[in-house]
């Protein structure tokens, strides 16, 4: 697999997979084009992804526009517990791509909102253009996330279940009936 640079091609001589369990770790060796004051050279890269899921994730940026008894804006963010820093960290309802579950990232998008942040419905627009791989989760993973807005979600009649890795606490908005995680007001 060739990239192509901002001044020639990135050559993939070779990837070797070295671990396999959530993610993958792969040893991949690349060719670069000269470039500048740099000759040709060859380097080697610790690359991770989630080859599970095709790597492909979705992630959605809950709004909720004025109205409903807000003042403002708000945005649902979710507090769930990452791994990665052995924490409780806040983060966008995300989700990986499953071929087996999902026809496309959209329907990826509008499950892991359900099933994280228990909304559903609303006016989805996507924050990348047709056909684009997606936007890189990091510079030496693989995996690469299409970035969704809803507008407006309700919610969820029936939300989907968790994951059983999943620790995602609920708060109460200030007030409201409805259940949510951290309002963040956003005035427009």
């Not at 990837?15 to 040893?27: A, D, F, P």
């Not at 989805?124 to 995996?143: D, F, Q, R, S, Y």
Request: aromatic share 10%; hydrophobic share 35%.
């Amino acid at each position: 697999m060739a990239s192509t640079g901002a001044q020639g091609k990135f050559e993939l001589l070779s990837e070797k997979q070295i671990h396999q369990r959530y993610l993958t770790l792969y040893n991949r060796t690349v060719r670069f084009p000269a470039r500048e004051e740099q000759p040709e050279a060859v380097h080697e890269f610790d690359v991770v992804g989630h080859p599970q899921s095709d790597f492909q994730f979705a992630v959605t940026f809950p709004f909720h526009p004025h109205g409903r008894g807000r003042k403002g804006g708000q945005v649902t963010v979710l507090r769930e517990y990452c791994s990665g820093v052995n924490d409780m960290m806040w983060v966008l309802p995300t989700g990986g791509f499953s071929p087996k579950r999902h026809l496309n990232c959209l329907e990826c998008a509008k499950a892991e909102m359900s099933e994280e942040a228990h909304l559903e419905g609303g006016d989805w627009h996507p924050l990348t253009p047709a056909g684009h791989p997606g936007i890189p989760e990091v510079k030496w993973c693989a995996n690469r996330f299409t970035p969704y807005l809803c507008i407006d979600p309700q919610e969820a009649a029936v939300p989907g279940a968790r994951d059983a890795e999943e620790v995602i606490e609920c708060t109460w908005d200030r007030g409201h009936e409805s259940p949510t995680y951290l309002w963040l007001e956003v005035d427009l």
